[in-house]
T-cell receptor, first 113, second 111 residues
Framework: EPEVTQTPSHQVTQMGQEVILRCVPI?????FYWYRQILGQKVEFLVS????????KSEIFDDQFSVERPDGSNFTLKIRSTKLEDSAMYFC???????????FGSGTRLTVV | SQQGEEDPQALSIQEGENATMNCSYK?????LQWYRQNSGRGLVHLIL?????REKHSGRLRVTLDTSKKSSSLLITASRAADTASYFC???????????FGDGTTLTVKP
């Protein structure tokens, strides 16, 4: 079964450093998403991306965050200057048509120290 | 309560029994999704039901949606120990994948 692949599975970074979280969506999917889940809290929407631009973003997705699809296969989330409160599990998801369901990756656990 | 609230918070049953989890929401939606999450792992999409649908089945899973009551239920029949996980509902009123998740129901199925 096709999978969404996320790397790395766990990343530790110093506060203030930039991090890039990587995702390889399912190859024929057109819609891409990032979510995060702070430990013990709800899964929160960050951003959706279609046709090389952001479709929707949440209040969390401020100027510190950016997304990019640098080539035909990768979808990245960049956090420019990490804060302690950015520590969370970050999930990438993709969808074929944005209507019938989403496939999530296994997540990247980001720890900011 | 907030959008996408699951009930109960925790459910413990014996293998072979049915498990029913409920989700209530406040605003109108385009679709509602159910997910499973094993401890510390990723989210597994189970079923998406659209606002104009009332019931959907997938294997041992049955999801109902009542838009007049703004509620949905997930029924897992003939539960197995492997069904032990947290189950979340998520609502989308944008059709842009901007889903709002609930706190989840923690299901424990005892062998």
């Amino acid at each position: 079964e096709p999978e969404v692949t996320q790397t790395p599975s766990h990343q530790v970074t110093q506060m203030g450093q930039e991090v890039i979280l990587r995702c390889v969506p399912i190859s024929n999917h057109l819609y891409f998403y990032w979510y995060r889940q702070i430990l013990g809290q709800k899964v929160e929407f960050l951003v959706s991306f279609y046709n090389n631009e952001i479709s929707e973003k949440s209040e969390i997705f401020d100027d510190q965050f950016s997304v990019e699809r640098p080539d035909g296969s990768n979808f990245t989330l960049k956090i420019r200057s990490t804060k302690l409160e950015d520590s969370a599990m970050y999930f990438c998801a993709s969808s074929g048509d944005g209507l019938r369901g989403y496939t999530f990756g296994s997540g990247t656990r980001l720890t900011v120290v | 309560s907030q959008q996408g609230e699951e009930d109960p918070q925790a459910l413990s049953i014996q293998e072979g029994e049915n498990a029913t989890m409920n989700c209530s929401y406040k605003t109108s939606i385009n679709n509602l999704q159910w997910y499973r999450q094993n401890s510390g792992r990723g989210l597994v999409h189970l079923i998406l039901i659209r606002s104009n649908e009332r019931e959907k089945h997938s294997g041992r899973l049955r999801v109902t949606l009542d838009t007049s009551k703004k509620s949905s239920s997930l029924l897992i029949t003939a539960s197995r120990a492997a069904d032990t996980a947290s189950y979340f509902c998520a609502t989308d009123n944008t059709n842009a994948g901007k889903s709002t998740f609930g706190d989840g129901t923690t299901l424990t199925v005892k062998p």
